[in-house]
């Protein structure tokens, strides 16, 4: 029997299973060897970027002697002593509270001057604003190493040296013109109608500033904490070279006294460093909420 | 922008049209202060507002893309004004609740502007004015954004609304249809030149110059330029009879040739020779009307003209047909110029 013998909705049922036997894939379906060699590599990003801190977390919790063995035990007999050690006998309290003071307000001048910055770029024209966009992009092509000696000199005459002060200048004079930068771009997606209304509704300039477009651009402001925080937080060559006292000395600087010259202390070392970690996550974790998108949404158009 | 002389009524109802770029928006802007002046003076009632931040003139503007302020909710947005104003809670609330009723947006005031469709936000740009109750309301372009229908529904709501708080408008549309519609009074703008500011009607009947006449009403008036003669104009080889005055007029001022400009729907297709010939390229039957798309022959070569006819019995395409103008809504021009001659 042929299938034209057949009614329509017969011949359109065998079509169907025909179908259905041969599994046609779709679109959006991966073949089994995609899939695999997908997941191998997801696998092996995941190793290369977790293996790290975990090696250096059990470290930090075995013996001094203990810290480079050829025993395939993961760890025996953890403690924190390593901890206790690095918190009470050594300076790390001290560069702790640097590091946290000197990357906090590098945060909060930075965030303050780019955003103000940025708002002016992006909403005004005045003479030299070309100039100052320029300048704020040509500033990010010098390695931060070739400003050392210059910013050294400037900061002898200025009596800068040695400051944490200083070194929040310092930063800021790499942060500040990226971030200027950024928000620049990011200020440009807020309709300028919503200015306008703010001032026909009786808003300063600054007010416009402070209570219309900076909550809108919130996003923006987040990353550039964040950026900001980081730039200061694990910074070394500037620390190093313009800090010298003890007391003055910011994590990074510090940490290098673990490392001797015959001898490192990598259960001091690690304990160290997963320390350091720690205000970087919770700084990310109060700036992650604000990454949200759509926040102009619904104010313009239909 | 040049030279805009413009008085405006109390309570009136003032329409800014023109095509894009004709500075309409500028002047709106410039009577909000979001733009500056080079020279004359901008007075609100006997108030020279010409140097005074837009916060200081006691105006409210309506925006193209309404700019609400997307991080507050409906209610807060309506009533930032008055918070910046220093109004007190109550007072605010009250003032909200009212222009929230009137535009019936009361179940949506705790809501954020993301989750109102796009007639809504009209409307709450609409109330962000109302709240204020200012001297002056500036609308841009307010209805551009919403789609054909809900346009004409708003159209005849701000009308209303309008006329029932009495506040002074100031309406910037480039839709001529809109301004004839909603205006008091239009003032019709080009290249930053006031054209003419009247009344629709006025605007219509009387249109002071080629522009104007060809801006105002749809479908466009036919404007061709024809010779004159003693009795009249020569159109396609019929002599169109033309007022002794405007004739005299014309000659006096040493034309010999004119631009007679009359609308589609002043037409009537005539049975006997009388009318203009039209050889007819498009028939578009809108119902009982039909729009007749053709050609007349004129000394410049053939000048595409509309004739309203009969929606029923519409002429066919390729047939030649006599259109018949009234004489009392025949426009005349001076071709060079622009403008009109006679009353």
């Keep these: 029997m042929s299938t034209e013998n057949l009614t329509p909705d017969v011949a359109h049922e065998i079509a169907v299973g025909e179908a259905s036997t041969k599994k046609v894939r779709r679109r959006d379906e991966r073949s089994p060897a995609m899939s695999f060699l997908l997941h191998f590599g997801l696998f092996i990003a995941l190793v290369w970027s977790l293996v790290p801190p975990i090696w250096a977390f059990l470290t930090s919790l075995k013996p001094n002697d203990q810290a480079i063995t050829t025993e395939l035990k993961i760890i025996s007999d953890p403690s924190l002593n390593n901890y206790v050690h690095v918190l009470t006998e050594t300076d790390l309290p001290r560069w702790f509270l640097n590091s946290i003071i000197v990357a906090f307000f590098t945060m909060l001048i930075g965030i303050f001057l780019s955003a103000t910055a940025g708002y002016a770029v992006s909403r005004f024209r005045f003479p030299g604003h070309k100039q100052l966009m320029w300048s704020f992009l040509i500033t990010q092509m010098f390695p931060m190493a070739i400003l050392i000696v210059p910013i050294y000199n400037i900061f002898a005459r200025l009596g800068l040296l040695n400051s944490l002060g200083g070194l929040v200048l310092a930063y800021c004079t790499t942060a500040v013109p990226f971030c200027a930068w950024m928000l620049k771009g990011y200020f440009d997606t807020i309709p300028i109608e919503i200015d306008e209304a703010g001032r026909i509704d009786g808003l300063s300039p600054f007010g416009t500033f402070w209570r219309l477009v900076l909550p809108l651009a919130r996003p923006g402001l987040a990353v550039t904490a964040f950026y900001t925080f980081l730039t200061a937080w694990g910074e070394v060559a500037y620390a190093t070279a313009f800090l010298t006292s003890d007391s003055k000395k910011t994590l990074a600087v510090g940490l290098q006294t673990f490392v001797g010259q015959f001898k490192t202390e990598w259960g001091y070392l690690t304990a160290a460093g997963i320390l350091v970690t720690i205000p970087a996550v919770i700084v990310f974790l109060l700036v992650q909420k604000n990454l949200v998108a759509g926040l102009t949404a619904g104010g313009t158009k239909g | ?343």
Excluded: W
């Design chain 2, 1 to 343: 922008m040049d030279a805009l002389d413009l008085q405006v009524a109390d309570g009136e109802f003032l329409v800014l049209v023109g095509p894009s770029g004709c500075g309409k928006s500028t002047s709106l802007r410039m009577l909000a202060g979001l733009e500056d002046i080079d020279g004359g003076r901008i007075l609100i009632g006997t108030r020279d507002v010409t140097h005074l931040a837009p916060k200081e003139r006691d105006i409210a503007m309506v925006f193209q893309n309404y700019a609400l302020y997307p991080h507050m909710t409906v209610g807060e947005n309506m009533g930032f004004a008055l918070k910046l104003a220093k109004v007190p809670k109550d007072e605010i609330e009250r003032r909200v609740q009212e222009a929230a009723k009137i535009l019936d947006l009361g179940e949506y005031l705790a809501r954020k502007p993301k989750a109102l469709s796009g007639g809504q936000r009209q409307r709450v740009a609409m109330g962000r004015a109302i709240v204020r109750e200012p001297q002056v309301f500036l609308m841009d372009e307010p209805l551009s954004n919403l789609d054909a229908k809900l346009r004409v529904q708003t159209r005849t709501q701000i009308a209303q609304l309008q006329h029932r708080l009495g506040t002074t408008t100031l309406y910037v549309t480039h839709d001529q249809t809109e301004a004839m519609t909603m205006g008091d009074r239009v003032a019709v703008m080009k290249d930053g030149l006031l054209q003419q500011c009247d009344t629709p009607r006025a605007l219509y009947d009387h249109p002071t110059n080629i522009f104007v006449a060809g801006f105002i009403g749809s479908p466009a008036m036919n404007l061709l330029e024809v010779p004159l003669s003693n009795e009249g104009v020569m159109v396609g080889g019929t002599l169109v009879p033309v007022e002794r005055s405007i004739i005299d007029e014309a000659h006096k001022q040493g034309l010999r040739s004119v631009t007679l400009g009359f609308r589609p729907e002043d037409t009537a297709i005539e049975t006997d020779e009388t009318g203009i010939p039209v050889v007819v390229d498009v028939v578009e039957i809108l119902g009982v009307d039909a729009y007749v798309y053709g050609n007349v022959t004129t000394p410049a070569g053939p000048v595409e003209v509309v004739v309203r006819g009969s929606g029923r019995f519409p002429p066919k395409v390729g047939d030649t047909i006599r259109a018949g103008i009234s004489q009392e809504h025949m426009h005349v021009f001076n071709p060079s110029t622009g403008s009109r001659i006679g009353d």
